[in-house]
């Protein structure tokens, strides 16, 4: 009896491992802040020969590598949302539904949801019909207060990014207040200058708790360590975002550059 239960709980072993999916994965990692891997986020999908928000930019950006997508998410005048940056009154013709892209997606990356943190109730109730919850990331600069009040219930299940300006003033504050009521797991910092003292004090404050999140796509957004940069010399870019101020997850338009950088660094 005992071998036939030994037996049985290594099959049953297997079988989990076995189920876990890519997307599994990542989310560990990416909730895992003593792990010194660097995520890759890729913006709007790979989106340089497709439509950027489309199922297809989705797919280039997981053939390229990608750890995660960011999607922009609008809803219509009639209450559907759909991926598309800019604002919309009504569905634009050949537009990706989000329920679309979710399917795409499931098991596959992380999801960032973008631009759309105030419909999050509706959004859940498309993750859930989707089975993809747990691939999702919403990011807000909204207060911690407000944030878990709207997520209510969902609070401590779903993955919440704060967005905080470094070189704004109250951005220790807003992470004194983050952590006291959210402790979240990522933290996204856009800042334009990188010699602002308070990028050094900010990591402090959630140095082995959390992830810091940079964007790559402009150089408004991290202090000029940006694509265009790294193209011609990574390490000044990309490298110094890591080696300065730890970043580990960096949301870029290069995917496939910024997969192959980190392969090789």
């Known amino acids: 009896m005992k071998r036939v239960l ?10 989990a491992c076995y189920a876990q999916t890519r997307a599994d994965a990542i989310r560990a990692r990416l909730l895992d802040a003593s792990d010194k891997s660097v995520l890759v986020a890729s913006h709007r999908g790979v989106w340089k020969d497709v439509p950027e928000n489309s199922v297809e930019a989705i797919e280039a950006a997981i053939n390229a590598g990608a750890d995660i997508v960011e999607l922009d998410v609008r809803r219509t005048i009639a209450g559907e949302l759909i991926l598309h940056h ?18 795409a ?46 997520m209510g219930e969902y609070a401590d299940e779903v993955i919440f990014m704060p967005i905080i300006k470094i070189c704004s003033g109250g951005a220790l504050a807003s992470i004194v207040e983050y952590e006291r009521i959210l402790s979240p797991g990522i933290y996204e910092w856009v ?21 810091i999140w940079v964007n790559t796509m402009w150089g408004s957004l991290c202090g ?3 694509d265009t940069v790294s193209l011609s010399d990574p390490d000044s870019g990309y490298g110094w975002l890591i080696r300065e101020i730890g ?19």
């Open 224 to 226: 000029g360590h940006d």
């Open 6 to 15: 030994l037996i049985t709980a290594a099959i049953t072993q297997a079988l």
């Open 191 to 211: 800042f334009n200058d990188d010699s602002n003292p308070v990028l050094k004090v900010a990591g402090s404050l959630i140095y082995g708790k959390s992830r």
């Open 105 to 150: 997606v499931k098991g596959r990356a992380m999801v960032n949801i973008d631009k759309a943190f105030v419909h999050f109730r509706q959004i859940v109730e498309i993750a859930e019909k989707t089975g993809t919850l747990n691939q999702l990331v919403f990011k807000s600069t909204m207060s911690a207060a407000k944030a878990r009040g709207l």
């Open 247 to 265: 970043t580990s997850v960096m949301q870029t338009d290069e995917t496939a550059f910024l997969v192959e950088y980190l392969k090789n660094r």
């Open 86 to 103: 800019g604002p919309v009154l009504f569905r634009p013709a050949g537009a990706t539904t989000l329920e679309e892209a979710l399917l």
